[in-house]
């Protein structure tokens, strides 16, 4: 009974390829989000939909493809993987976006680039 | 911009002892305020938030926080700790216009029997 769950919890590839990383809640939440946590533990905003809609797109390269094929699902894509996007990727879910702020994590996903 | 300070990055804790976590921020408009938990092996979690009224805010397992503007500070407290609160906190800020939550470096508790 999960809240919000992602896959994988590890991955590892190699330089420049191309990689997703699946995230599902099962709250009936309406905005989902998706956050980048960097080696010093700072979380820093990705994404945001709310109701499936693309609400905050912060300045990431878009290399990075969010989809929300329904509003319990938020998926991240990354084409042409680089070093500097290891980090541990958290989405993330709430009721509703009135104070932007999410309710519940997944356990993160820990991408190594080598 | 906000921008949130953690000042102690772990903070060790023997069963039963008061703890308390402290967290400044800055910013030039009105904020909403909150702490998150992310116990071992898990995501995190809304532990507690301010968006106005009351500045003593309660949350969940025992844990409260309490908003000082004049210090720009939302230090989490918990009078007596147990084993299982041991976990990593995180105190974030958004403007109340704002569409972004900033978050802090993250305090480290450990309990000890």
């Known amino acids: 009974d999960t809240a919000v769950s992602q896959t994988p919890k590890y991955l590892v590839t190699q330089m420049g390829n191309d990689k997703s990383i699946k995230c599902e809640q099962n709250l009936g939440h309406d905005t989902m989000y998706w956050y980048k946590q960097d080696s010093k533990k700072f979380l820093k905003i990705m994404f945001s939909y709310n109701n499936k809609e693309l609400i905050i797109n912060e300045t990431v390269p878009n290399r990075f493809s969010p989809k929300s094929p329904d509003k319990a699902h938020l998926n991240l894509h990354i084409n042409s993987l680089e070093l500097g996007d290891s980090a541990v990727y958290f989405c993330?879910?709430?009721?509703?976006?009135?104070?932007?702020?999410?309710?519940?994590f997944g356990p993160g996903t820990r991408l190594t680039v080598l | 911009a906000q921008s949130v300070t953690q000042l102690d990055s772990q903070v060790p804790v023997f069963e039963e002892a008061p703890v308390e976590l402290r967290c400044n921020y800055s910013?030039?408009?009105?904020?909403?305020l909150f702490w998150y938990v992310q116990y071992p092996n898990q995501g995190l979690q809304l532990l507690l938030k301010y968006l106005s009224g009351s500045t003593l805010v309660k949350g969940i397992n025992g844990f409260e926080a309490e908003f000082n503007k004049s210090q720009t500070s939302f230090h989490l407290r918990k009078p007596s700790v147990h084993i299982s609160d041991t976990a990593e906190y995180f105190c974030a800020v958004i403007g109340a216009a704002g569409n972004k939550l900033t978050f802090g470096g993250g305090t480290r508790v450990l309990v000890k029997p």
């Open positions: 993330a879910s709430s009721q509703d976006n009135s104070y932007r702020a999410p309710k519940f």
């Open positions: 910013s030039s408009v009105s904020v909403y």
